[in-house]
């Protein structure tokens, strides 16, 4: 129940065209859901977070989609760049608590 | 403003050793949090301190332990290291306990021999 599955594990995209990232969980009791990008050899960088009582956030062109009912999450990168080329984790949280992360996907976006 | 640091950036140990590793918070954060991430999986959770109190604690064995210090550094020590220690430790910083948005530092990467 503690867990948080993120698909897919890895991910090619085109420049410009947009990348879906998906995570799902079990514990009705987490109230945060981050996601993080991480550069090989860096931490995680903090990139977007969403509370369930909303269902999609948007900054830039980054946006998360939320289904509460569902326990559903996703990530969208519009127009997605080279330089977005990077390994994203989703993660929850409850209240308090630690982070539960995702397995992490690799994302690749080709020029 | 300065992010989470951590020291040392690498570090090279042999099996039976001790390690220290540090984190400094960025200033005005009272809560640190310590994971280990392994290559290719996500970060798993080791210890939570909140104003110098541990406030949670992962599966991990008691060879790790941490503290918090009054500036709200910390410190993250493993006893004993086992191979399977080698990992990137990775600390986070965050104002409070709660849902406040963790930071990460830039990690400490662990080899053991």
């Known amino acids: 129940q503690q867990q948080v599955k993120q698909s897919p594990q890895s991910l090619i995209v085109q420049k410009g065209g947009i990348s879906i990232i998906n995570c799902a969980y079990e514990?009705?009791?987490?109230?945060?859901f981050p996601w993080y990008q991480q550069f090989p050899g860096k931490g995680p960088a903090l990139l977007i977070a969403i509370r369930p009582d909303v269902s999609e956030k948007k900054e830039g062109r980054f946006t998360i989609s939320f289904n509460k009912s569902a326990k559903q999450f996703s990530l969208h990168i519009m127009d997605s760049q080279p330089g977005d080329s990077a390994t994203y984790f989703c993660a929850a949280k409850i209240s308090g608590g630690k982070l539960i992360f995702g397995q992490g996907t690799e994302l690749s976006v080709k020029p | 403003d300065a992010g989470v640091t951590q020291s040392p950036t690498h570090l090279i140990k042999t099996r039976g050793q001790h390690v220290t590793l540090r984190c400094s918070p960025i200033?005005?954060?009272?809560?640190v949090s310590w994971y280990q991430q392994v290559l290719g999986q996500g970060p798993q959770f080791i210890f939570q301190?909140?104003?110098?109190?541990?406030?949670g604690r992962g599966n991990f064995p008691d060879r790790f332990s941490a503290r918090q210090f009054p500036n709200y550094s910390s410190e993250l020590n493993v006893n004993a290291l086992l191979l399977g220690d080698s990992a990137l430790y990775l600390c986070?910083?965050?104002?409070?306990?709660?849902?406040?948005?963790?930071?990460f530092g830039q990690g400490t990467r662990l080899t053991v021999v």
């Open positions: 200033s005005g954060h009272k809560s």
């Open positions: 301190y909140y104003e110098k109190e541990e406030r």
């Open positions: 514990n009705t009791a987490f109230d945060y």
């Open positions: 986070a910083s965050s104002l409070a306990g709660g849902n406040t948005e963790a930071f």
